[in-house]
Structure formats: structure tokens, C-alpha cells
């Protein structure tokens, strides 16, 4: 059974372009939960989804941030109009149910703003 | 609202001997679950150990250990026989049950095995 998988691993954007993440479940896993970690700090929660609903989007920040996870298909983390405080590593989690605890994380995207 | 504490951004231990960590928290939710995950240097997130706030018995998983103190809002944990590859950050985490699934993360210990 393959684990969370998100991609790219690393990716690289100028400010002002355009940064897709992507991460699929676990196989049987409907709910998916993005976090992000800036240097030298740990996970801030971004957005939790459950297929075709966003549930919390409370972490997210309230522009150029967006969230989907479709009926097919992985769950994708948009930031537009990318800047340098972008930067940081954007970890994928998933779940069975509804259930703290029972996160299963990606290896996380390193994104890096020039 | 949740917040998470770990007062100690680095340690050391020698290989084979024994580390605690420390983590105090602060929630206003009833029923919780306490987690320490465990980042090396591959960056994944890995659950160590799991502890359900109305459980009074510590949770154990191996060489690993904590020390659940809810009165005074602490979950320290413990590494025995330390092993180089225990050599990561150590995060402190709580989540509420049943409500909010998100989880609250400490700023992470940076634990280093000496051999």
C-alpha cells in the first residue's frame, strides 16, 4: 500500500509566478490535510479536505492560497502570485476518517522563492 | 485554542543512554490526543507515540515512552537505549477528538545521538 504521495519534492518559482503542489492519499484515505513548516518551526495546519469539500480552511492565508481535492485525482495546493515568505515546506497528510491521530504524512514539497 | 511548548530546541545524548524531552500544552478541549512525531533529516513525518488524553496509563511504543502528566499539562517523552538513527527533530503535537482535526505542533526539539 503505498504512503502519501506528494510532488514535486522540490520545486523552484520567481516572485510572481505560479506554485501547484500535489499530493495523492493513501489508498482508501478521503481525507487530506495540508500543513506548512517554515524554517526552524514546526507544522502550522493550512486546510483539511474531504473529496470535493474543503472542511477547514481556517490556516490558510485569506489570498493567493487555494486548496481542491476532486472526486479524481490528487488534492492540489495553488499559491499564486508566489513571494519569498512562500518559501517553506508544505507537507500532505491523510487519513481513513475523521480522526486526529490517524495522519499518515507525505515527505513534503520544498518550495523555494528566488 | 491549542498551544504547544517544547522548551529545549536542541539535545544530545550519548548512544545507548537514556533522553527525555519535554513538551507542556494548553487546550481548553475536554477530549484530546497528545502526539510526539519524530522529523530525520529525510524530512517525513513519523508518529512515535500516540496518547489519549483520558487514558491515564502512559503510552509506550518500544524504547519510547512518555510521561503523561494532565494536571499540570505536560507529555514529556522518553528514549531509551538511544540509537543513532533516533537522531531528528522531535515534534510535540495535540489535536482535539471529535471536533477540530487539525493539530497544534510544538517548535520541535533537534535531538542528536553521540555514538
Known amino acids: 500500500n503505498a504512503g502519501v504521495m506528494q510532488n514535486p519534492r522540490h520545486l523552484v518559482r520567481r516572485r510572481g509566478q505560479e506554485a501547484r503542489l500535489r499530493c495523492s492519499p493513501m489508498?482508501?484515505?478521503?481525507?487530506v490535510y495540508w500543513y506548512r513548516q517554515l524554517p526552524e518551526e514546526g507544522l502550522k495546519f493550512m486546510v483539511y479536505?474531504?473529496?470535493?469539500?474543503?472542511?477547514?480552511e481556517s490556516g490558510m492565508p485569506k489570498e493567493r492560497f487555494s486548496a481542491e481535492f476532486p472526486k479524481e485525482g490528487p488534492s492540489i495546493l495553488r499559491i499564486q502570485q508566489v513571494v519569498r515568505g512562500d518559501s517553506a515546506a508544505y507537507f500532505c497528510?491523510?487519513?481513513?476518517?475523521?480522526?486526529?491521530?490517524?495522519?499518515?504524512f507525505g515527505e513534503g514539497s520544498r518550495l523555494t522563492v528566488l | 485554542a491549542q498551544t504547544v511548548t517544547q522548551s529545549q530546541p536542541e539535545m544530545s545524548v550519548q548512544e545507548a543512554e537514556t533522553v527525555t524531552l519535554s513538551c507542556t500544552y494548553d487546550?481548553?478541549?475536554?477530549?484530546?490526543?497528545l502526539f510526539w512525531y519524530k522529523q530525520p533529516p529525510s524530512r517525513q513525518m513519523i508518529l512515535v507515540i500516540r496518547?489519549?488524553?483520558?487514558?491515564?496509563q502512559n503510552a509506550t511504543e518500544n524504547r519510547f515512552s512518555v510521561n503523561f502528566q494532565k494536571a499540570a499539562k505536560s507529555f514529556s517523552l522518553k528514549i531509551s537505549d538511544s540509537q543513532l538513527g533516533d537522531t531528528a527533530m522531535y515534534f510535540c503535537?495535540?489535536?482535539?477528538?471529535?471536533?477540530?482535526?487539525?493539530?497544534?505542533f510544538g517548535k520541535g526539539t533537534k535531538l542528536t545521538v553521540n555514538p
Open positions: 497528510a491523510s487519513s481513513e476518517r475523521r480522526s486526529p491521530g490517524e495522519l499518515f
Open positions: 489508498k482508501g484515505h478521503s481525507h
Open positions: 479536505l474531504q473529496k470535493e469539500n474543503i472542511i477547514d
Open positions: 487546550t481548553s478541549e475536554n477530549n484530546y490526543y
Open positions: 496518547q489519549e488524553a483520558y487514558k491515564q
Open positions: 503535537a495535540s489535536g482535539a477528538q471529535g471536533g477540530s482535526e487539525k493539530l497544534v
